[in-house]
């Protein structure tokens, strides 16, 4: 029993550290959004480079 608590938590660890890495892929893509932008690329153009939704694009665009 005690066993299959310390799967769990190294499972529930494992986790933790595959999403606070794809957090921090996340938050560098959305801080490059500005500079593209300001290089003349379109929205459409960083959105796909940076594998992010043209919405997401918008809305830091437009400064939200």
């Keep these: ?14 986790e933790g550290r595959e999403e606070g890495i794809e957090q921090g ?4 893509a959305l801080e490059a959004v500005p ?7 379109s929205v459409e153009q ?5 594998e992010l939704e ?3 694009v918008r809305a ?3 400064g939200r």
């Design 60 to 62: 830091i665009q437009k």
């Design 35 to 41: 500079r593209l932008l300001a290089l003349g690329l």
């Design 25 to 28: 892929r996340l938050n560098k």
């Design 1 to 14: 029993m005690e066993e299959g608590r310390e799967e769990g938590r190294q499972e529930g660890r494992q």
């Design 46 to 50: 960083v959105a796909s480079a940076l």
């Design 54 to 56: 043209v919405k997401q």
